[in-house]
């Protein structure tokens, strides 16, 4: 092999990483402007999860399912506790991984007695900590009629599982074909008209 093919071959591949690279910066851009503003959001609402959303339909009619919540950071003694007027607090469900939108009917000591609004009784996990409350509902909220929570709630597994995993499988996968189709693509072919 010559110099030249040699030379040739090394700028094909050279080209090759530069369109993988201009294919990959609006992606690259896109995600960290997201995280950026996420992150922003959360340093407003004092708060490391500014939305929320609202997965099962212990709320209704105040709060839908797919419902997303803008929520803020709160102290203690910042909750109000009442069964009607309460405040809609954000908190890890004691003792499990999970996140709850509950109101917030009471407060000891030790913690908030919380109720879903459709429930018939409070939490019996309740008193809920301090510790475990991530804030409470501004009462701002995307509502679940466009549909954005529903597509959260079912990339994330919570809604209709698997369907989740396999459209993101799909995602990932169209969008592996697709970059490797335009980096090895010919650039000849991409010039003629």
Do not use: C
């Not at 030249?4 to 369109?19: N, T």
């Not at 851009?29 to 004092?46: D, S």
């Not at 879903?116 to 701002?140: C, E, H, M, Q, R």
Request: hydrophobic share 45%; net charge positive.
């Amino acid at each position: 092999m010559g110099s030249e093919e040699q030379g040739k071959i090394e700028k094909e591949r050279l080209s090759r990483g530069r369109r993988l690279a201009r294919s990959l910066i609006p992606l690259i851009l896109a995600v960290g402007l997201a995280l950026l503003g996420y992150l922003l959001l959360g340093a407003l609402m004092r708060t490391d999860t500014p939305l929320v959303v609202v997965p099962t339909g212990s709320m209704r009619p105040t709060i839908e399912v797919g419902d997303i919540l803008l929520i803020q950071g709160v102290k203690p003694d910042e909750i109000a506790a009442d069964p009607v007027h309460g405040d809609v607090i954000v908190f890890w469900q004691p003792g499990g991984n999970v996140r709850i939108v509950h109101r917030a009917i009471g407060k000891t000591d030790y913690g908030v007695i919380t109720k879903g609004d459709a429930n018939a009784y409070p939490d019996f996990f309740s008193p809920v900590p301090y510790s475990l409350i991530v804030g409470k509902w501004t009462g701002v909220k995307i509502p679940a009629w466009t549909g954005v929570g529903y597509i959260a709630l079912i990339l994330r597994g919570e809604l209709y599982p698997p369907l989740g995993q396999i459209i993101w499988i799909t995602i990932i996968l169209a969008n592996i074909l697709l970059i490797a189709r335009e980096v090895f693509s010919s650039p000849k072919s991409k010039a003629s008209p």
